[in-house]
């Protein structure tokens, strides 16, 4: 059984290995190399460690588990009242995600909906997904928003729903719509 930190974002829950024993390090690649004084430790995603604190502010809880300790709507948040970035299902579904973690939940989007993908970004793209993302590109002075259609296409229900979060505008949705309109 192994202990992960689990901390908040603004769109979800992560987590981090959790290790307050030397002999919790034992088979990890720190085994050896962190000492008893600094523990406990998180271990990160990239492969680095650090100190662990309860007094972080996104800390929120340590879990014990056997496989991933969150599912895949407490770690992207399913239908956000305030999503801007992520991904849209062709049913209009939204999985938030901050503007560096299309991939990783692309990945866990990938493994629930499509079991077998090589590439997760790939089949959820063929599969009528939208990625929404953020459409700076340093010149501008605001971000935004981009919609991103690998097929060309879009559903009424994503239309619907990129109405209701206000980028029924942007100038891909519009073209997207009125190279869809006569399917619907």
Known sequence: MQKYAIYRSDTGYYYYEYHDT???LKGTKFDGIIEEDKLPVVIGGTGGYFHFTEDDYMFDRIVESEGRPLTLEQMFFKNQDTFKLGWMSP???TYS????SHTKCATVLAEKFFPHAKLPERALGKAGWLKIIDSWDGVQREHGQFVYSLTGKITKRQADRLFDLGLYNNPEVKKLIEDCEDQW
């Open 22 to 24: 030397l002999e919790s």
């Open 97 to 100: 995600c901050d503007y560096t």
């Open 91 to 93: 049913d209009g579904d």
